[in-house]
């Protein structure tokens, strides 16, 4: 049952309803009148019955629709986050690792928000990468040992 179906429904009992209330202007027995009094009284909670059932499937529509959409981008996650696996890399730092090239990690924290931002070498001695999002900077390569320098001529 579609909304238009529940309109015309309601349509119908409201033209039922005007036609019985041109009865009560006739002129007709008491017995008669008390009778089409009660056909109105009937045919308007019919009508009610009929708009709180419009009300009804137009909330379930909406709900429905909402729902479709939660399906379609939890598939969209599902293939999205399936490009990667949760790794702790070399530096200690637990990241998620594409699984195709080019490789690259990207920010666990932003994964909790189902997106994925792809995590920049910060090119520091400390081996830190840092997020495009949310700036979360994480330890990805092992801290490079200083290299006494060597002088030479001296
Ligand atoms: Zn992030």
Redesign the pocket.
């Known amino acids: 049952m579609d909304l238009v179906l529940i309109s015309s429904a309601y349509n119908g009992l409201k033209v039922a309803k005007d036609i019985f209330s041109g009865f009560k202007d006739l002129q007709v027995e008491t017995a008669a009148l008390e009778r089409i009094n009660d056909a109105v009284k009937k045919v308007g909670e019919a009508q009610d019955a009929i708009f709180m059932l419009r009300e009804e499937l137009f909330r379930l529509q909406e709900e429905n629709n909402y729902l479709k959409q939660q399906i379609s981008d939890s598939d969209k996650w599902a293939d999205i986050i399936g490009q990667y696996q949760l790794v702790a890399t070399a530096g200690g730092a637990v990241v998620f690792k594409s699984n195709e090239e080019p490789l690259h990690f990207a920010?666990p924290?932003?994964a909790q928000s189902k997106e994925i931002?792809i995590l920049q070498d910060n090119r520091l001695i400390v081996g830190t990468f840092t997020?495009t999002?949310?700036k979360?900077q994480y330890p990805v390569k092992p801290q490079e040992t200083m290299q006494p320098i060597k002088m030479q001529g001296w």
């Open positions: 920010c924290s932003c931002h997020c999002k949310c979360a």
